[in-house]
């Protein structure tokens, strides 16, 4: 390639060797896009975020301690009268008829019917005329191998059976052979919630890489807290709203910082869900007691029956709702606190007031479809309790004052406002933080973090030969240091030959010399 004059430019890749070193501005598109957080660049900073979070920290440590239940040891199965044993079969034949057993129909192995009492099998009354004969091979238990025959009356309820089902038949512990001794009462799901479970552990890890592999080792530390500590303090006598308090605490810590590292960024979007957490908890307290709210439904009931001791069941709907809330309070405070610092990235002249109303405006839009994912959420899970509530004939304030839709309404509205209350927590919190740290030395000579792919954020060695004479004009210099233009970096748009009316715009330097 030539310059201007028609000379040769010169070594062209070191050319672009010293065009890929020039130093990045604070505007335009100079910034990269990485995602990794810029570290907080004053001791004052790091000291603010640890003195806020450590004793966070640490009280969660210590309340984890204190309401583990060691040496609890818990009753279960057949200690609480649980004494139906599950047993897995298969389906080897499905017969429709009357559901009248008499000499010809009746299962094999049962019994003699007492004198006045129906056969094995015969409904009573008022039960449906037509059953399924469902024929089962049993594969596990005492009897495995035997074929024992099921009866399910023919009723808008009862699920369709097929060969080659695969069932769960419940075994009260009686005589192995006997058909009476088995109940048929679920199939088995554990092959395609497997291929789901890999399903989508693969479209993490394809999408987020090691991110992802981050976030599903944080899901693991989730359901372990949840399994390994808050069931078992729970059903030991613990009250749940501290129980919920403290293992939502613990999983936020371990989750975001397994997720997204230990940096200043993740660290307020901790603080933000800490508090949003906090009103949470306030709110529905208050709320949950001015409307004289139990917690008493069917399940909690059966609970506390089991259990053969009381429990706050008030409690277990606030822990519910704290637990329920969090997942959602983590995607917004990140985000929210993501959107500060890649503004900060995007204009390092921005102060605290510039990023909090762009980061407010960009979470306004974010809370929207949150709250609206919310209540969807909830409303779904409730839609089988709401459709038998709609028959009812009650005016919709009858339906939604109602014991059990009441509390989906106050779960559902504190967890909305938390959410909302997140956004400016956050966003503040964040450009509080952010505006306080200078652009970091690795970004100003365009070295910044990588990102989750591996790119480096910084622009590739022809990327940077391109935008070299673009700087240089801002300031009157050549990139090669010798007052020609490279036409190997930046051809100009128009042949310099051309009459005078022809031209189009020129760059200064190239007019000046001209003339």
Known sequence: MRTTDGRPSGNRRGSRTAAARLPRTGHGHGHGHGHGPVEPASRRVRLLLVALLAPLALATVVGMAVLYPFGHDQATGGKLGLDHVPVPGEVTAVAAGPCTAGPGNAPPGSPQPAPGQPAAGQPDAGQASECLTVTVRLEDGPAAGVLIQQRVPQEPSTPSFTVGDRVVLAYTGAAPNDPSSYQLVDFQRGWPLSVLAGVFALAVLLLGRWRGLAALGALAVSFGVLVLFVLPAILAGQGPLPVAVVGSGVIMFVALYITHGFTARTSTAILGTLVSLTLIGVLGW??????????????????????????????????????????????????????????????????????????????????????????????????????????????????????????????????????????????????????????????????????????????????????????????????????????????????????????????????????
């Open 286 to 515: 208050a709320f949950a007691a001015a409307s004289r709210l139990t917690g008493l439904d069917e399940d909690t009931a059966n609970l506390i029956g089991l259990l053969g001791h009381g429990i706050d069941a008030r409690g277990l709907l606030l822990a519910g709702v704290i637990i329920g809330a969090l997942g959602v309070l983590d995607d917004v405070t990140v985000t929210q606190a993501s959107a500060v610092w890649e503004l900060r990235r995007a204009n390092p002249d921005l102060g605290w007031r510039g990023l909090y109303s762009a980061g407010l405006r960009i979470g306004r839009d974010h809370v929207g479809s949150a709250v609206n994912t919310l209540v969807m959420a909830y409303a779904g899970a409730a839609l089988p309790m709401l459709l038998a509530y709609s028959l009812s004939g009650r005016t919709f304030g009858e339906l939604v004052t109602a014991q059990a839709v009441a509390q989906e309404v106050v779960r559902t509205l504190v967890g909305s406002v938390g959410l909302v209350a997140a956004v400016p927590v956050t966003t503040a919190l964040s450009a509080l933080v952010a505006s306080g740290e200078p652009v970091s030395a690795a970004v100003a000579r365009g070295g910044e973090e990588p990102d989750e792919s591996g790119a480096s954020g910084k622009d590739t060695e022809d990327e940077a030969a391109a935008k070299a004479p673009a700087a240089s004009h801002a300031d009157g210099a050549s990139p090669n240091g010798d007052g020609r233009r490279s036409l190997d970096a930046d051809p100009p748009t128009v042949p310099i030959d051309l009459p005078p009316g022809l031209r189009r715009h020129e760059p200064p330097e190239t007019a000046r010399r001209r003339r």
